[in-house]
């Protein structure tokens, strides 16, 4: 039977304040578990999602249902962590969307030292006029981003 139309948000709501709880506990989990956010694998998050899928499958199903639940829930959360562990390692900069997707990923804490290091060649003149100019742009460029952050 369908649920009458009236009825439809309601649900919307339910499952993403339910996700939200989730993320929220896992999240929570995670900086219990481990406080150092590199070194947080597939392993440590496959614990915290065990951890959020024995409490939820409790809450929903009763104390029969919480082996299954932390079974599921490290399946989840190791699997997902484990993907996002694979994309990111893809290529040289890292798992990006297609230029088409409206949603990019900005990278640019890695570059930052990078540029910082190009800028002070650059200073002490041992870049080309051509690179020199370059990095003084693309420094010009940060400081303008930075500055809009504020």
């Known amino acids: 039977?369908?649920?009458?139309?009236?009825?439809?948000?309601?649900?919307?709501?339910?499952?993403?304040?339910?996700?939200?709880?989730?993320?929220?506990?896992?999240?929570?989990?995670?900086?219990?578990?481990?406080?150092?956010?590199?070194?947080?694998?597939?392993?440590?998050?496959?614990?915290?999602?065990?951890?959020?899928?024995?409490?939820?499958?409790?809450?929903?199903?009763?104390?029969?249902?919480?082996?299954?639940?932390?079974?599921?829930?490290?399946?989840?959360?190791?699997?997902?962590?484990?993907c996002a562990t694979a994309l990111e390692g893809a290529g040289e900069r890292g798992y990006e969307f297609p230029r088409w997707f409206p949603v990019q990923i900005v990278r640019e804490e890695g570059r930052e030292d990078e540029l910082l290091a190009l800028m002070g060649r650059a200073q002490r003149g041992e870049l080309s006029a051509e690179d020199e100019a370059r990095t003084r742009d693309a420094y010009a460029r940060w400081k303008m981003r930075r500055a809009g952050r504020g």
């Open 1 to 82: 039977m369908d649920a009458p139309d009236a009825v439809a948000p309601t649900h919307a709501v339910a499952g993403a304040a339910n996700v939200g709880a989730c993320g929220a506990a896992h999240a929570t989990t995670l900086e219990a578990l481990d406080r150092r956010p590199d070194a947080r694998g597939a392993t440590t998050h496959a614990v915290a999602g065990a951890c959020v899928g024995t409490g939820a499958a409790w809450v929903r199903w009763g104390r029969r249902a919480a082996t299954a639940g932390a079974a599921c829930g490290a399946a989840a959360a190791g699997g997902a962590r484990a």
